[in-house]
């Protein structure tokens, strides 16, 4: 069966680089990086948050990529992304992976801070 792509590659316009440290060590002992770089859904969010009579403005958001970015890996959970061509760095803060019935990837949502 054919499930068709939630996230269409024709709305994925955001230039998007990750950088995804993973919690292995290669043979030096190091955490292994994976990079992808490539085009995203981009969607960003404001909220305002009171703490100690002081107005702190936390912006999110959330990239869209379709297919699988890391097949290979399920459990990702630190890294740095860089959108709109390097003028926006945030932090990652989570990794989702969106699966059709039968198991396969059909997009994966990165949740930035």
Same mark, same amino acid.
């Given at each position: 069966?054919?499930?068709?792509?939630?996230?269409?590659?024709?709305?994925?316009?955001?230039?998007?680089?990750? &950088?995804?440290?993973?919690?292995?060590?290669?043979?030096?002992?190091?955490?292994?990086?994976?990079?992808?770089?490539?085009?995203?859904?981009?969607?960003?969010?404001?909220?305002?948050?009171?703490?100690?009579?002081?107005?702190?403005?936390?912006?999110?958001?959330?990239?869209?990529?379709?297919?699988?970015?890391?097949?290979?890996?399920?459990?990702?959970?630190?890294?740095?992304?860089?959108?709109?061509?390097?003028?926006?760095?945030?932090?990652?803060?989570?990794?989702?992976?969106?699966?059709?019935?039968?198991? &396969?990837?059909?997009?994966?949502?990165?949740?930035?801070?």
């Amino acid at each position: 069966m054919i499930f068709p792509s939630l996230i269409r590659k024709e709305f994925a316009k955001t230039p998007i680089k990750l &950088s995804i440290f993973s919690e292995e060590l290669d043979s030096m002992g190091n955490p292994q990086v994976f990079e992808y770089e490539g085009l995203c859904n981009y969607q960003s969010s404001t909220k305002s948050i009171f703490v100690d009579d002081k107005k702190v403005i936390q912006i999110t958001g959330k990239a869209y990529i379709p297919g699988d970015i890391f097949e290979e890996f399920d459990e990702l959970t630190d890294g740095e992304v860089e959108l709109f061509n390097n003028k926006i760095k945030r932090k990652l803060h989570k990794l989702s992976k969106a699966r059709n019935l039968d198991g &396969s990837v059909n997009f994966v949502v990165l949740e930035v801070i």
